[in-house]
Nanobody, 122 residues
Framework: QVRLVESGGGLVQAGDSLRLSCAAS????????VGWFRQTPGKERDVVAR????????DYADSVKGRFTISRDSAKNTMYLQMNSLKPEDTGVYYC???????????????WGQGTQVTVSS
């Protein structure tokens, strides 16, 4: 059974940092392209960062470029989202997801975590 489990969310102030983790079981993250998505009430779930299989190239939404970094630890079968200089508009539920495609289309991601809440106060 495939499971993706996010952790690391919380309540922080603007300018602070957080690191989200996504631990995988039942699949090898190195064999998938993986994305971090963000969803806020009333809005679509949009990708903010992606890391590609197999070459580990990355891609970021314009709103997070220069502040967020996606990475993975193959030994731990875990991926991360380092979020620096957080802003109130970064508030939302963050989900990790895995796909064997290189895409921003959330419908094409095969596996999802349950999400972790990030709240940034001003």
């Amino acid at each position: 059974q495939v499971r993706l489990v996010e952790s690391g969310g919380g309540l922080v102030q603007a300018g602070d940092s957080l690191r989200l983790s996504c631990a995988a079981s039942g699949l090898t993250l190195d064999s998938y392209s993986v994305g971090w998505f963000r969803q806020t009430p009333g809005k679509e779930r949009d990708v903010v960062a992606r890391i590609r299989w197999p070459n580990s190239s990355t891609d970021y939404a314009d709103s997070v470029k220069g502040r967020f970094t996606i990475s993975r630890d193959s030994a731990k079968n875990t991926m991360y989202l380092q979020m620096n200089s957080l802003k109130p508009e970064d508030t939302g539920v963050y989900y990790c997801a895995a796909t064997q495609r290189w895409t921003t289309n959330r419908a094409l991601y095969d596996y999802w975590g349950q999400g972790t809440q990030v709240t940034v106060s001003s």
